[in-house]
């Protein structure tokens, strides 16, 4: 577990040190960079907007905003992945404005009732290590996925078809066949559960409002 | 600060990180981060607390085309020479309207021989000026302009800032001689307030830039900069 933990803030360190030298110009590094990142980025895209075509030239927008944006990225303040990802999923999200005029995006998937909400649930950070030491994150993905576990049922699909599909309330709610009402509360308590069980873990900060 | 904001900001910022923020009020949020470091400061909060689930999402591979557009549009050569793509290549360009400040260099290169206890060198020292990068004013260092003057012998450096910068206590400034390419190379803290007397054996083979990043006290724990890289300046060839 040590081990894991360490050899994760290693490569967290050897992401910062790449993006550090992305920020004064270094092409080799960036494109170090995009090798070791660019699957995952597209991986968290494509979940978001479905369209492959689309993706990958939001992929590309991404990296050239990356080029730009390295200079601001603070090590001691965020963690690389969460920065290059928080960047991804939000161009992913915005393009999704298009979407709305499209109904055909929606397939069938597991609604609360049918039982087979494990699906949306599976997908979710386990205690395997692997993919998440790669990315340098593996103590924060391990926190967040024993913290989700301990929300409601409702709570853990709600906020997993928002963060991993990126729907918004009335999507979620029309998948779910739940009012709208319903499914913000759902979201709503279950961000404040889980982030003061992050607090609690030590995980993140807690923040004296 | 208003105590009853700060929940629906706080809120706001959740949503926004989650995705469940959309639409105009996206907008309107998204416009009001720049100007607004509580905001942001929330929203860093939210994206520490759930960017991490998405490490279960499996990798997909790109196809070639997506890192061939990227240097395109990021290298081409066939771009104008005064076309730059973004941030990082406008900073080594940021030393020309210094150049054009000769009498502030001359100015500085006195005060600075003044202080200079290596022994002058036949040849004049070569000076750079390290300007504030985009970073900088992130992190309320947007005055953070130095001039380093290097013996002509590479042997020594003397970096002053030009005017003294507030520094948080937990906070230190490293400076870094930049190759072309590869690895910075870290010449040690400098002092927000005063002049910092660097003493090697070649600070000017192999250097096209010298750099100031934002470290933790005690300098950056990896040897390589770890912090924001607030001021950099072009060696002249």
Not at chain 1, 9 to 18: H, K, P, V
Not at chain 2, 221 to 234: C, D, L, N, R
Request: hydrophobic content about 45%.
């Amino acid at each position: 577990m040590a081990t894991s933990a360490s050899s994760s803030a290693q490569r967290a360190d050897a992401l910062g040190a790449l993006l550090a030298r992305v920020s004064l110009g270094d092409r080799a590094a960036f494109a170090t960079l995009y090798q070791q990142t660019a699957a995952h980025l597209l991986g968290v895209i494509l979940r978001i907007n479905t369209d492959r075509g689309q993706a990958e030239d939001l992929l590309q927008e991404i990296f050239v905003k990356i080029w730009g944006a390295a200079g601001s990225f603070d090590a001691q303040r965020a963690q690389p992945m969460t920065w290059l990802t928080s960047i991804a999923r939000h161009r992913a999200i915005d393009s999704l404005r298009r979407r709305q005029t499209e109904p055909q995006w929606v397939t069938a998937r597991a609604s609360l009732d049918d039982g087979e909400d494990d699906d949306v649930l599976d997908q979710m950070p386990s205690e395997a290590a692997g993919p998440m030491e790669l990315l340098g994150q593996a103590v924060q993905a391990r926190a967040v996925g024993v913290c989700m576990k301990g929300l409601s049922g409702e709570q853990q699909q709600t906020l997993a078809l928002a963060f991993y599909q990126g729907l918004s309330h009335s999507e979620v709610a029309d998948q779910l066949r739940q009012p709208l009402g319903t499914v913000k509360s759902w979201v709503r308590r279950g961000l404040l559960s889980l982030r003061a069980c992050l607090e609690r873990a030590g995980a993140i900060d807690a923040v004296g409002v | 600060m208003d105590y009853s904001r700060a929940p629906l900001a706080d809120r706001l910022a959740a949503e926004f990180v989650l995705g469940t923020l959309r639409g105009p009020a996206r907008r309107r949020f998204d416009n009001l981060l720049p100007a607004h470091p509580a905001l942001r400061a929330a929203v860093a909060r939210w994206q520490d607390a759930l960017v991490p689930l998405a490490a279960s999402v499996k990798p997909v591979t790109p196809s070639p085309r997506v890192w061939k557009g990227i240097e395109e549009r990021l290298f081409a050569e066939r771009r104008a020479a005064n076309e730059t793509p973004s941030a990082p290549q406008r900073w080594w360009q940021t030393v020309l309207p210094w150049r054009a400040a000769t009498g502030f260099a001359t100015a500085a290169a006195l005060a600075l021989g003044v202080a200079l206890t290596i022994p002058k060198p036949a040849q004049p020292p070569v000076l750079v000026v390290l300007a504030p990068s985009d970073a900088a004013a992130s992190v309320a260092l947007q005055n953070a302009k130095f001039v380093a003057s290097v013996s002509a012998d590479g042997r020594g450096l003397v970096l002053r800032p030009v005017d003294a910068l507030a520094m948080d206590p937990q906070r230190a400034l490293e400076l870094w001689a930049v190759p072309g390419q590869g690895a910075p190379r870290s010449l040690g803290l400098v002092a927000a307030d005063g002049a910092t007397k660097v003493i090697r054996t070649e600070l000017l083979r192999n250097t096209a830039a010298f750099a100031v990043s934002l470290e933790p006290a005690g300098g950056s724990p990896t040897g390589a900069p770890t912090g924001p890289i607030i001021s950099v300046g072009k060696l002249d060839t």
